[in-house]
T-cell receptor, first 114, second 114 residues
Framework: AQTVTQSQPEMSVQEAETVTLSCTYD???????LFWYKQPPSRQMILVIR??????QNATENRFSVNFQKAAKSFSLKISDSQLGDTAMYFC???????????FGEGTQLTVNP | AAGVIQSPRHLIKEKRETATLKCYPI?????VYWYQQGPGQDPQFLIS???????DKGSIPDRFSAQQFSDYHSELNMSSLELGDSALYFC?????????????FGPGTRLLVL
């Protein structure tokens, strides 16, 4: 069974600084997708970034980038130039290509301080 | 761009009552997913449909049923409601074969069972 683990329940960062959120996962499949979603206080689930397991290049989306280490089954999210609007719960999620469901980690509550 | 639409946004029911949640996917998306997020929890997968057929089933109680209609909208029917059913219910949609089959979430329906 697929599992996702986020070992940092809470993190904080000063505005304009950089922060890295950790995620590890387990799957028996060789092909899968990894995602980071953010959930602000409105509780909307917003896609941040996506990584295909077959791609070696790390995905980037503006200030957001990932460090994907397939052998270590690690998928961390780096947020550069943190902004107050980045304050949210961040969920790491895994989707195996053989299935349709997303499996989420427990989430990391990120607070950006002014 | 059009997003996933869910209705109602808020719902209050008594124990043992019935509730129906509706989901309208992003235009041209053919797959719909339902997730349940309890307070302080990560989203848990309930069920998914592809081209009106059930494609995957998660931890959905027998009291719940769902279907996808010919216009691709989906409904989640919940009967004999229990206090523990109080949660945020998300619908998500994706396009089969699309980039990572990325799931885009609706704003959610907040269900409170009294």
């Amino acid at each position: 069974a697929q599992t996702v683990t986020q070992s940092q329940p809470e993190m904080s960062v000063q505005e304009a600084e950089t922060v890295t959120l950790s995620c590890t996962y387990d799957t028996s499949e060789s092909n899968y997708y990894l995602f980071w979603y953010k959930q602000p206080p409105s509780r909307q689930m917003i896609l941040v970034i996506r990584q295909e397991a077959y791609k070696q290049q790390n995905a980037t989306e503006n200030r957001f980038s990932v460090n994907f280490q397939k052998a270590a089954k690690s998928f961390s999210l780096k947020i550069s130039d943190s902004q107050l609007g980045d304050t949210a719960m961040y969920f790491c999620a895994l989707k195996e290509t053989s299935g349709s469901r997303l499996t989420f980690g427990e989430g990391t509550q990120l607070t950006v301080n002014p | 761009a059009a997003g996933v639409i869910q209705s109602p946004r808020h719902l209050i029911k008594e124990k043992r009552e019935t509730a129906t949640l509706k989901c309208y996917p992003i235009p041209r998306h053919d797959t719909v997913y339902w997730y349940q997020q309890g307070p302080g929890q990560d989203p848990q997968f309930l069920i998914s449909f592809y081209e009106k057929m059930q494609s995957d089933k998660g931890s959905i109680p027998d009291r719940f049923s769902a279907q996808q209609f010919s216009d691709y909208h989906s409904e989640l029917n919940m009967s004999s409601l229990e206090l523990g059913d109080s949660a945020l219910y998300f619908c998500a949609s994706s396009l089969k074969g699309g980039a990572g089959e990325t799931q885009y979430f609706g704003p959610g329906t907040r269900l409170l069972v009294l």
